[in-house]
């Protein structure tokens, strides 16, 4: 039962460096998230995929961009890192509207 | 006003003990409401879903009541592994985006 996969689990980057992060789910769900959370703070959505072929904004986009690779795949790419950036960030998916997110473990990102 | 709103807490309860938070919503409209909870440094897992009629789950109990716009979240015979954030979410039906997340609420169990 893998759920929601993340990759990596942990990064340290340099200012300026560019990274994807990778999230995959088997459950074939439909929607897929973004979210990134500071320490102390709540989540906070970056970008989101309702259905496969489709990519919106969040909440805090910039600095960020994102691929709906297939239904399965979800990256999350810093272009330009900056230590504004420094977070915990979650991937999380459910099947529709109405239904609960699953989240997976996350990747702590740290940008020096 | 805040879409979600909940108490930041901490609450500090000792083991054994019954605790509710409450967990207000702005948008009328709202139709899928859950509860999770978040240990430090964790993911957000799915706690239960809560339904019009209220529903239980072991020690847990969730209630929902439209005509105030809140839903809440009943905890009995605490134990020290409830110790967690507990994340209110709001979900209005219409949109796959709109998720709402509450800021999160703080219960430490003592001993």
């Known amino acids: 039962n893998a759920g929601v996969t993340q990759t990596p689990k942990f990064q340290v980057l340099k200012t300026g460096q560019s990274m994807t992060l990778q999230c995959a789910q088997d459950m074939n769900h439909n929607s897929m998230y973004w979210y990134r959370q500071d320490p102390g703070m709540g989540l906070r959505l970056i970008y989101y995929s309702a259905s496969e072929g489709t990519t919106d904004k969040g909440e805090v986009p910039n600095g960020y961009n994102v691929s709906r690779l297939n239904k399965r795949e979800f990256s999350l790419r810093l272009e330009s890192a900056a230590p504004s950036q420094t977070s915990v960030y979650f991937c999380?998916?459910?099947?529709?509207?109405?239904?609960?997110?699953?989240f997976g473990d996350g990747t702590r990102l740290s940008i020096l | 006003r805040k879409e979600v709103e909940q108490d930041p807490g901490p609450f500090n309860v000792p083991e054994g003990a019954t605790v509710a938070f409450n967990c207000t919503y702005s948008?009328?409209?709202?139709?899928?409401f859950f509860w999770y909870r978040q240990d430090c440094r964790k993911e957000p897992k799915l706690l239960m879903s809560?339904?019009?009629s209220g529903n239980e789950d072991g020690r847990f109990t969730a209630q929902l009541n439209r005509a105030s716009q809140y839903i809440s979240l009943l905890i009995r015979d605490s134990k020290l592994s409830d110790s967690a954030t507990y994340l209110c979410v709001v979900s209005p039906y219409s949109s796959a985006s709109k998720i709402i997340f509450g800021s999160g609420t703080r219960l430490s169990i003592r001993p």
């Open positions: 948008n009328s409209a709202s139709q899928s």
């Open positions: 809560v339904y019009s």
């Open positions: 999380a998916s459910r099947p529709g509207p109405d239904q609960p997110q699953h």
